[in-house]
């Protein structure tokens, strides 16, 4: 698994509302945007930023106050399209199904702020200093697209970046103080782990199950019955239909997490309508696993929440990686 960067400060845009941003993740998962939506956008603002502060973004953490998928109620759920013109002939033109969510984010870039050309470490700076450059970058990224969403930030909410310590323990009461500031709402983090766990137990009950049926299993909500045995032989059993959970806090869905090599790596150029005729192009498909959604009160570390890329050109892996799983294997062992 891919480490995340030794970062010294946190940039903190805070409510962030997201207007249409796309609520189709993958080809198999909706309703809310994937989190390389998220990895893609902190490299956005990295490049816009160019060199104007000596900051580099490493990894992204996402806080979910709010959300509003934009579908019609009932038993059955369709999404809100729009209505397109019709084409030369009269006739309803074909399009691709949209899906749109209204979302209210907190969004935590953890960065690196380095001395370069002159320039002094931003993180370093007085609290003024840092204040402005948090205003700037968020003032960028009003300008940009989340998911394919609208920005609005709110102007009662005030951006912040913060000079993480080094020290683990003051490190731990500056996360508890922020994580404070993030309630209401859900972080989203990794748990990669109990796949593996919950295949062990299928395979107890079915040798042939594989990372798919665990996959499924713990996508859905299942209803099992259990039978309480009567006290006397005259008595009928009882038996109650319960929902199986999992874990005791938060809940799980399914996530795409990258992307997997369906092709070797084709030179530039040679991809016939490729988008990009000066970057070497493959073929991929989704990668998944699971996701759960935490209260931040709940996280340990400011490293619980943060999502970082990697990538694997040798063995075909382009992933997103959180250590929130890696963290309680950490603590289990302590």
């Given amino acids: 698994m891919s480490e995340l960067p030794a970062s010294n400060g946190l940039l903190i845009i805070p409510h962030v509302r997201v207007q249409n941003a796309n609520a189709i993740s993958s080809p198999l998962t909706w309703g809310f945007p994937a989190i390389s939506a998220f990895i893609g956008l902190m490299h956005a603002v990295e490049r816009k930023l160019a060199g104007r502060y000596p900051l580099l973004f490493d990894s992204v953490g996402v806080i979910c106050h709010s959300h509003e ?26 399009i691709v199904e949209e899906g749109r969510i209204h979302l209210e984010l907190t969004l935590a870039f953890a960065v690196s702020g380095h001395t370069d050309g002159g320039q002094d470490n931003p993180v370093q700076g007085d609290w003024q200093q840092r204040q402005q450059i948090a205003r700037d970058i968020a003032d960028l990224l009003g300008a940009m697209r989340i998911a394919g969403g609208s920005v609005f930030l709110d102007p009662q909410r005030k951006p912040s970046l913060v000079a993480l310590s080094q020290n683990g323990a003051e490190r731990s009461t500056q996360f508890r103080q922020l994580r404070r500031r993030w309630l209401p709402g859900f972080a989203l983090v990794s748990r990669d782990d109990l796949l593996t766990t919950h295949l062990d137990n299928l395979r107890a009950e079915n040798p042939n199950a594989d990372l798919l049926d665990a996959w499924l299993d713990l996508s859905r909500l299942n209803i099992r019955a259990t039978e309480t045995r009567a006290a006397s032989d005259t008595q009928a059993a009882k038996v109650e239909w319960r929902a ?83 963290s309680l294997s950490v603590d289990d062992k302590e």
Avoid: K, M
């Fill in 244 to 326: 199986q959970r999992v874990l005791a806090n938060g809940w799980l869905v399914p996530i795409p997490v990258g992307y997997g090599a369906l092709s070797p790596l084709q030179s530039a150029g040679t991809v016939a309508n490729a988008r990009d005729g000066h970057t070497p192009l493959r073929f991929v498909e989704s990668l998944y696993s699971i996701g759960q959604w935490l209260s931040p009160h709940r996280l340990r570390d400011v490293d619980d929440l943060l999502w970082c890329a990697s990538a694997e050109p040798e063995a075909g892996l382009y992933r997103c990686h959180n250590h929130y799983a890696r």
């Fill in 69 to 94: 998928a934009q579908v019609t109620d009932g038993y059955q759920r369709a999404f809100h399209l729009t209505r397109n013109p019709v084409n030369e002939r009269g006739e309803t033109a074909g």
